[in-house]
């Protein structure tokens, strides 16, 4: 080794000390309070409306009218410690973890199309584990596989991002794959959150915006085209939800009773409510009360006033996490924080569309709110990504 050698490699040595000095120095500053407090009252505020939107069909299920409510908070209390203890470690440490998420997850996304391996319920197979006992959905662990690998491999590119070669190609197989093992079980709401997710981390990374613009534009030419189809009778798949969409009182007593319920349900809720735990519609009428549909429940219970108060908390809590993306310390971490958010607001969205008759039925959860152990867990967890995030904010300079 040469004179010059061994002073650039001292040189790189003291560069990288120099580093993670500074990011050991910046990861003991303090979460985002604000952040915090909005996915603490929202986690809460999901918890008791899950008791109240599951007690008759939990007490008729199990005799437990807290059967629910009780197996949910189990994971919201490990969730929020997951969350805490995330705040509390250097972001930076997930790099390490991003390749080996994103192919365990897509080992149990092909798990579960297995016949005999994936638990099938209401004619989806999106489950693994022991049946009445534990199940979770591999989507869920895919969404933050995705979210993880995409801020790991965009922060590395910067401008190379632009280029149709480094900025795209290398993205579309992943999404791809993940797109095709979810519509085999079908799972159309995650493949819709899970390629949204990847697009607008993408997007955010420097992908050029014409792109985005004719990605945009087919997808939407693709599903006008599907709907006229579907009326026209070319294609039947889906074709109930499109008809049941438009009108669910054409079979109101089959395929268009979930539709015309939970439309019920939220107009009986007027514009106060009926009360906390006095809603009617829960009583064994509008199906999954307590999973896609709770949000209905909220409607009916709360009144446009209490259902607007809620969605403004998911609207700040929504417009503080892409915040804290803005003033992240570096790319890493605002690509982090922009995963996270789009899946909550584009899960949200997506959920109180479908609730509210604004989009086709696609059996999408409630984040925060509809039961779901380990969906409410992981949520939670990459909260605590968003809070680790935060600790790190560069402080303002005085003067």
Known sequence: MTREEYHAQKALKEKRRATERRSYEASKGSMDLSFLLLTLLLTGIGLIMLF????????????????????????????????????????????????????????????VIIPGVGITVNNATRWLGIEGVFTFQPSEIAKLGVIIYFADSISKKKEKM???????????????CIAILMMLEPHLSGTILIVGIGIMMMVVGGMKRWLVALGFGGVGAAAFAYVKLVEAGIISYGASRILMWKDPWLDYTWTGYQMAQSLTTIGSGGLLGLGFGKGRQKFLFLPEEHNDFIFAIVCEELGLIGACLIILVFILLILRGFWIALHARDRFGALLVVGCMTQISLQTFLNMAVVTGLLPATGISLPFFSYGGTALALQLFEMGIVLSVSRQIPAPRNG
């Open 52 to 111: 109240s939107a599951s007690f008759p069909s939990a007490y008729y299920e199990s005799g437990d009218a807290a059967y629910y409510v009780k197996r949910q908070a189990v994971f919201a209390a490990m969730g929020i410690v997951a969350m805490l203890v995330m705040g509390k470690i250097n972001y930076q440490r997930l790099r390490g973890t991003a390749k080996m998420l994103l192919g365990f997850s897509i080992f149990l996304l092909i798990l």
């Open 162 to 176: 632009e280029e149709l070669k480094a900025g795209l190609l290398p993205y579309l197989p992943i999404l791809g």
